[in-house]
């Protein structure tokens, strides 16, 4: 069974910075893709950045040149280093693992940001 656990989440003031991990359990971490999304109150999940299993990322234009998607395959664990944060990038942060066969979220966490 394929388990994501989330953490990093937290209240921090705009500007400030945060880093997200997501460790995986269950799978051969090197062989998926690995994603965060996020979700604010009342609007739909979004696709924040995704990294392959051969090291490309993707941004949405909204977090490029804040934020950074990294992985570590020895540690089973995908990161997102959160820079010069701002209160629209509040919501719950969710990790997404995928490949061929199979996809699967975290629980997620909230990250909020105050102005």
């Known amino acids: 069974q394929v388990q994501l656990v989330e953490s990093g989440g937290g209240l921090v003031q705009a500007g400030g910075s945060l880093r997200l991990s997501c460790a995986a359990s269950g799978t051969i971490f090197s062989s998926n893709a690995m994603a965060w999304y996020r979700q604010a109150p009342g609007k739909q999940r979004e696709l924040v950045a995704a990294?392959?299993?051969?090291?490309?990322?993707n941004y949405a234009d909204s977090v490029k040149g804040r934020f950074s998607i990294s992985r570590d395959n020895a540690k089973n664990t995908v990161y997102l280093q959160m820079n010069s944060l701002k209160p629209e990038d509040t919501g719950v942060y969710y990790c997404?693992?995928?490949?061929?066969?199979?996809?699967?979220w975290g629980q997620g966490t909230q990250v909020t940001v105050s102005s």
């Open positions: 997404y693992l995928s490949n061929r066969e199979y996809r699967y």
């Open positions: 990294i392959t299993s051969g090291y490309r990322t």
